[in-house]
Structures are given as C-alpha cells and as structure tokens.
C-alpha cells in the first residue's frame, strides 16, 4: 500500500509539469503560427508596394516620354486631315497614330497635369484601368465622359482623373483648394486634336455621388443644355458649392469642361473644377 500510495504521489506531482508542458507547447504553436501569419503578411504587403512603385514609375516614364514627343514636334511639318475643314495639330499627330482614342492634351501649370486624354465611347471606363498604351494600370489615364462630344462640341466635356498618393495623374486638382493657388493658375489649357485652347476657372468645388442625399450634385448629368435656363442652373449649383467667389461665370453659349477626380474627406467624394473657354 505504500508503494501504491508513493506511486500515486509521484503522478499527482508529475501531472502539473505534464499540463504546463502543454500549455507551453500549445502556446510556442500560437506564437508560431502568429509569427508566419504576420510575416505572410509583411510579404504581401511589401509586394504590393514594390509593385504600386514600379508603376509608377513606369507611367511615369512613359508619361515624360509622351511629353517630349508633343514638345520636339516639327510644328512647319504638314499633318493630316482631321475632317472636312480641319486638320490635325502637329503637336498630337503622332500621338494619335499610336493611339487613336486620344482625344485631347489637358495640361494645368505648377501641377503634374500634362497628359493625353482618352474617350473610349464603346467601353466607357476602359481609360480608369488603363493606361496610355491600354496596359492594365491603377493610374488609368484621364478620359472625358463617353457622352461628351470633343468634336461638336458638348456644351460640357467631363475629364476625369485619379487622385494618386504620388501626386500624379489629377492629384493636382486638390491645389484647387487653396484660393492663393486659384489667383496664380486661373486658366487651363485643354487642346483638342485640331484646336489649342485655354479655359478659365469659374468654380472649384467638393460634393458626393452615387447617392441621392441633399448633399450630391450629379453634375456629371449635365452635357449639353436645351435651354438657357438648363444651362444657368448648372452653372447657379456650382457658384453655390464653390469654395471661394473667382468672380467668374458663363452664360448659355459658353463651353465648359468639368474636371473631376475622388476627394477623400467623405465616402464618394468628389473633387470638380469648372472652367469656360476663353474666345481666342
């Protein structure tokens, strides 16, 4: 009986170190398995951002490359006809020839807003994944609404564009914001493939959309007026929202371009910028 009972008192002694065991074990697993999930984690993550920088500098580069092909273009070079009565602007011909969904040259001094703009009318969004050369790209390019008509045109061109943390693409737009800004870069330059043009500023504003709360304004839906009452609504609902008084506006006849790029103070924000066509 004694030896039962000695026997007895060596397992209960031996049955905490035994629990504790695996409690360590189980512990030393959980740290394990916490430390691969984390590592995994930093993997992906570190990839991800090595891949968002080789973008960007491969648009980046292909971007100064585009450029310097609109800034070394031979302007005495005779060009191509556009239409009946028009003809290519040598600055954009050989652009066009690579891609023939170009449209038009945006460009906003001070600011890295001196690309191409696309229209792609049959896949309406293609250019917001899309680069210049139509490679998949988080970039996007910036594209004008497929509605609009660069041609006639619209009586509004909406010209959209991504806000990228690299302040690239329409990053600049939100310099906007600032009414120092506004005084020392009142115009825009928008060239179509057969005219240059500069537009000037009438209202800088911020808004929601995909919504239907009173603080949304769809000025995506405004293209063209039928009336003149139309159009001086659109342009009322812009002076209204409009971070600052440029003392500026337009009347019916006027042409406009509405830029556009994500604001991210709100779900869906918006960024928009109006500007109307100055008479050359």
Not at 146 to 157: G, H, R
Request: hydrophobic share 35%; glycine share 4%.
């Amino acid at each position: 009986s004694c030896l039962v009972g000695s026997e007895m008192c060596i397992r209960d002694r031996l049955l905490p170190y035994s629990l504790l065991r695996k409690e360590t074990l189980m512990k030393n697993k959980i740290y394990i398995a916490l430390i691969c999930a984390f590592s995994i984690l930093l993997a992906v993550s570190s990839c991800f951002l090595i891949k968002h920088y080789i973008d960007s500098e491969k648009q980046a580069e292909m971007y100064d490359s585009l450029i310097e092909t609109v800034e070394k273009t031979d302007t005495k070079k005779d060009t191509m006809t556009y239409s009946q009565d028009k003809s290519f602007l040598s600055d954009y011909q050989a652009l066009y020839l690579q891609n023939n969904d170009m449209v038009g040259w945006i460009k906003i001094e001070d600011t890295k807003i001196n690309y191409p703009v696309m229209q792609s009318k049959d896949n309406p969004n293609f250019y917001l994944k899309h680069g210049f050369d139509k490679a998949y790209t988080d970039y996007g390019c910036p594209y004008i609404q497929e509605n609009c008509d660069v041609d006639i045109p619209s009586d509004n061109l909406i010209i959209y564009g991504h806000n990228m943390k690299d302040s690239s693409m329409f990053s600049g737009l939100m310099k906007y914001t600032d009414k120092l800004f506004w005084e020392s870069h009142k115009t825009i330059r928008f060239d179509t493939l057969t005219e240059k043009c500069n537009y000037e500023v009438i209202a800088v504003f911020k808004t929601v959309v995909y919504t239907d709360s009173p603080e949304s304004f769809k000025y995506y839906q405004f293209i063209n007026a039928d009336t003149g009452d139309e159009f001086n609504a659109y342009i009322t609902k812009c002076k209204e929202l409009a971070l600052y008084d440029t003392g500026v506006t337009a009347e019916y006849g006027d042409k406009l371009i509405t830029l556009s790029t994500c604001e991210y103070s709100r779900n869906n924000g918006r960024m928009v910028v109006v500007a109307k066509k100055i008479a050359e």
